[in-house]
């Protein structure tokens, strides 16, 4: 492994000892971003510490770093998005000073955020126009993001209000937002998160095609193998300073980890579940959307028992939300006993009773549903936790302030305190925590979409090995993920989601990327007929009769 290049030719462009950006070769096209002494302190944590680093035109640089290392900073300091205290900015050989996104969209500088930058109340249309010249009309954007929709394989409705999308299909606004500004620099922070690996493919054509033609990235992932596959260069960030550089081709996935975190993470132990009693029964869940952009549930069948893990793979925004929303009890149009939770039918619950019931709730979205974003972290236990609730409804601060010291002490978050904000979080120590709140309040039924999204390796390992954890001491686990690898490593049992309906269960052992990948297009019919009438070729239409 080569961490720190000694040559030039091994590794981009280096700052000048005095902090100015280095000379092009003779012939060679200055260095497309060029970084030198960055530093960003906050009252909690200085953030970047003395970070420099050199893009070249066309290069895919990875920054790397676990949870809290500084790496989205740094990303909205070139974006003019954050000022640094101290450091330059060289853009195309000319240093420049960033003071916000609009100067970085006219300099050619775009960015995918991991904690998205939509209104809620507008269109995709309009959300991406306002980051767009304002010479072209509504409708013209509106047919753009149909084409490069089309283009790259990230469906999406120009007309849809952003409030109706689920975080999936929200980060594909984001990448199509970006992509229309036609930049010279790409910034992308965590844009595979909650993509599926199909739609991952057809991002890194786009990428490397866009890389071709002589656009820079910089890449923020914790997916080492993605890193590996796309990244020509590699800054590798650790406590807001530079660690290492390398060149992630010849990496594996453990050195990079030993790059990033000072170790490999733990393997995940996974026994062969104990299954016990039902805690959670659906059946025949048929709900009409409330959106006219959302999905029908059709006839949804699940039962998650003690003692295991079920998972839901899926394509984004094919009920997911509409499923999790009637399970939680954010939906309340059930029929009582299509959902029943420890033998009690809760379908017209709120989800104040069914946590009463042992219900415990990990939604997708960080910001504004799993945590609000201005309250200290001790009194977000309050969302889901009524312990420290005293007789006539007076808050014991000091229980509140100690069990929020202990999940940041147990799941490692880094935060400032109890107290700290939630918004002062990166977005995978945020998720740390909200995991870690949930998986403390010791639940019967423990519900959670994307647990890992946006976490760093060490983290997700520790998040996954808290789930089969829970699971082992008789827990009922239910897991909705976009990334089959931790739906593989999790689940004991595996169901798809396509089109508001839900495929029967399929054990682990029996499933494969391949069947699962056929089955979210909603093809599992044939495959279960086929398992249950072994010796029975399938009888083919009569003539004239409709197929």
């Known amino acids: 492994m080569n961490a720190f ?14 902090g100015r950006p280095p000379r092009a070769g003779p012939g060679s096209p200055p260095a497309r971003l060029v970084l030198a002494g960055i530093t960003k302190r906050y009252p909690a944590v200085v953030a970047n510490s003395g970070v420099s680093l050199a893009v070249r035109p066309g290069e895919t640089h990875a920054v ?61 249309a309009e959300n991406v126009w306002l980051g767009l010249d304002k010479s072209q009309r509504l409708p013209e954007v509106a047919r753009r993001i149909e084409a490069k929709a089309a283009e790259y394989g ?10 109706t999308l689920s975080v999936g299909e929200m980060q594909r606004v984001e990448i199509i937002r970006a992509l229309l500004t036609d930049p010279k620099l790409l910034i992308l ?17 786009v990428l490397r095609q866009l890389a071709r033609e002589g ?70 869940l048929s709900l009409e959307r409330e959106s006219p952009f959302g999905v029908d549930l059709d006839r949804v069948a699940l039962e998650v028992r003690a003692g295991e893990v079920v998972g839901i793979a899926g394509v984004s925004g094919n009920g997911q939300k509409e499923l999790l929303y ?71 601060v000091g229980a509140l302030e100690r069990q929020a010291r202990d999940i940041i002490e147990r799941f490692k978050v880094k935060a400032g305190g109890p107290n700290a904000a939630a918004r002062s979080l990166s977005g995978g120590n945020l998720q740390k925590f909200i995991v870690g709140r949930e998986i403390d309040a010791e639940p019967k039924l423990l519900i959670v979409s994307q647990p890992t999204w946006g976490v760093d390796v060490g983290a997700a390992a520790q998040i996954r ?64 007929f086929d398992a249950s009438h072994p010796v029975q070729a399938r009888p083919a239409p009569q003539e004239g009769a409709a197929c």
């Open 326 to 396: 009637a399970l939680s009890g954010e939906d309340t149009r059930a029929e009582p006993a299509a959902v029943a939770i420890a033998g009690r039918p809760a379908g017209r619950m709120g989800p104040g009773a069914r946590r009463a019931l042992g219900l415990h709730f990990v939604p997708e979205e960080r910001l504004g549903r799993g945590a609000v974003p201005t309250l200290g972290l001790a009194h977000n236990l309050l969302l889901t936790r009524r312990d420290a609730v005293a007789g006539g409804g007076w808050l014991r």
């Open 5 to 18: 290049p000694t040559s030039l030719s091994a590794a981009p462009p280096r700052p000048a000892p005095d």
């Open 215 to 284: 656009c820079s990235i910089l890449y923020i992932s914790h997916k080492l193998h993605e890193i590996r596959e796309l990244c020509t260069a590699c800054t590798v960030l650790r406590g807001g300073k530079v660690t290492g550089v390398c060149n992630p081709a010849e990496e594996s996935n453990a050195s990079l980890s030993r790059l990033m975190i000072g170790a490999e993470p733990p393997a995940l132990q996974h026994r062969p579940a104990r299954a016990g009693a039902a805690v959670l029964r659906v059946r025949g």
């Open 189 to 205: 922070d965590e844009p595979t998160s909650v993509l599926t690996p199909q739609a991952v493919e057809k991002l890194f054509v």
């Open 465 to 528: 090995g808290e789930i089969l954890a829970l699971r082992d001491a008789g827990c009922a686990v239910l897991v909705v993920s976009e990334e089959l690898d931790e739906l593989f490593e999790l689940s004991d049992r595996m169901h798809v989601m396509a089109k508001g309906r839900l495929s029967p269960a399929l054990p682990r052992a029996e499933a494969t990327v391949e069947k699962i990948g056929q089955w979210m297009s909603g093809l599992w019919d044939a495959d279960v």
């Open 154 to 163: 990230l469906d999406i409705d120009p007309a849809r209000p952003v409030h």
């Open 64 to 124: 790397l770093g676990e949870n809290g290392a500084g790496k989205s900073t740094l990303m909205k300091i070139i974006y003019g998005a954050v000022k640094p205290d101290e450091g330059t900015v060289a853009f195309d050989g000319r240093e420049v000073q960033v003071r916000n996104p609009q100067e970085a969209r006219a300099l050619g500088i775009s960015m995918v955020f991991q904690h998205f930058s939509l209104f809620d109340t507008l269109t995709v």
